[in-house]
């Protein structure tokens, strides 16, 4: 791998986040500037906003040929979010999670996680996959501004005004300047993202997928990592959690929808894929409810926890992807004893948790 390849991968990520921020900038201040509340701007302008340099880098991907980047960017982004993500905010400050998303929002990304199974199984997304994905991304939008309209809680209206609201810093024109530079800045990035990704893969011989599950994934991240750990700093602790669950559930519909629209067969998907990361997606996703529903909030334990897996979930990659010999062993040790262990604890602690809410409500 040449220095080259390396300047263009780094510049490409800073590119890509410079390019989500004008986007979000510009949008979001557009959007209060017509009228459009707060509110409604963070739930959906901002939260999809960070999300966007996975867009781009998966779309451009998908428009390549590249499906294997394109697939491991939305499924590491999303094992990225959780387990990193949340697990470094965790540590900072245990987070607060709002019921709404117990009640709704995460079992809409486990399902949603789990749909992307038996869409797979055939051997990839194709571009029926990606419409029935893109019109949950509709729907899940549609009830985001419905539900910001009912909102009674003059606490969560006021954090929002303070973050989004307020008279607009600049005008039509400059706002709709910001919007353009960012997508600019967002093609460009991603182009130069994905061609150096692949050189990577060819220099070392890693396939393309471990690729985007790991520098890929981990970089079109960085605007969620930011915004989560910015948001726990400045104790908006149930931000830094709405907004990771709303950028996955984001990669699921939008992400992995329109890549799959725009691929010219649709995105393939490999059988490394289907056996181990998408499970792995869809346990992480299947074990944020107990977790979240533990006193509605994530304690520096369970950011712990997740930094743990995350790290395990890395070492797996580099280990399958340098064929090491240690990695029949760690494999056996996941599947046979830590994650059995960790699923045990989880519904002990749910059941635990459920049993002492209904003795407290008798």
């Known amino acids: 791998m040449t220095l080259s390849v390396a300047a263009f991968l780094i510049l490409g990520l800073v590119v890509m986040i410079w390019g989500a921020d004008f986007l979000v900038k510009g949008a979001s201040r557009l959007a209060t500037s017509v009228g459009i509340s707060p509110l409604v701007v963070g739930l959906t302008v901002v939260a999809f906003g960070t999300s966007a340099p996975e867009l781009a880098v998966s779309v451009m991907s998908a428009f390549k040929g590249e499906s294997d980047i394109a697939l491991g960017n939305v499924v590491g982004s999303n094992l990225c979010n959780v387990l990193f993500i949340l697990g470094i905010s965790a540590l900072i400050v245990p987070l607060v999670v709002a019921q709404q998303l117990v009640r709704f929002d995460v079992p809409v990304m486990i399902g949603l996680s789990i749909l992307v199974l038996p869409m797979g199984m055939d051997g990839k997304i194709g571009r029926l996959d990606g419409a029935i994905l893109f019109t949950f991304a509709i729907a899940y939008t549609v009830f985001l501004v419905r539900q910001s309209r009912e909102e009674t809680s003059e606490e969560v209206k006021s954090e929002y005004d303070a ?4 008279k607009p810093a600049y005008g039509l024109a400059k706002n709709v300047g910001f919007i353009i530079v960012g997508l600019v800045f967002l093609v460009l990035g991603s182009k130069w993202l994905v061609s150096s990704a692949v050189a990577i893969a060819q220099a070392f011989h890693v396939s393309e997928l471990v690729i985007g599950l790991t520098i890929v994934a ?6 969620e990592v930011a915004t989560s750990i910015v948001a726990a700093l400045k104790g908006e602790r149930d931000i830094a959690v709405g907004n990771v669950v709303g950028s996955n559930i984001f990669n699921l519909v939008s992400v992995l929808g329109l890549s799959s629209l ?9 059988d490394a894929a289907l056996r181990f990361d998408i499970p792995v997606m869809i346990a992480v996703a299947v074990a944020c409810l107990p977790i979240f529903f533990t006193g509605y909030r994530i304690s520096r334990l ?3 926890a997740f930094l743990f897996f995350y790290a395990a979930y890395l070492v797996y990659l580099i280990l399958t992807a340098t064929q090491h010999e240690a990695v029949g062993t760690l494999r056996v040790a996941m599947l046979y004893f830590i994650l059995p262990i960790t699923a045990l604890t989880l519904i002990v602690i749910t059941v635990r948790e459920v049993t002492l809410k209904k003795k407290s409500l008798s």
């Open 302 to 304: 369970n950011g712990a």
């Open 218 to 223: 981990l970089g079109t991240s960085m605007p």
């Open 163 to 166: 973050e989004y609201g307020g």
């Open 262 to 270: 725009v691929a010219p067969a649709g995105i393939e998907v490999s």
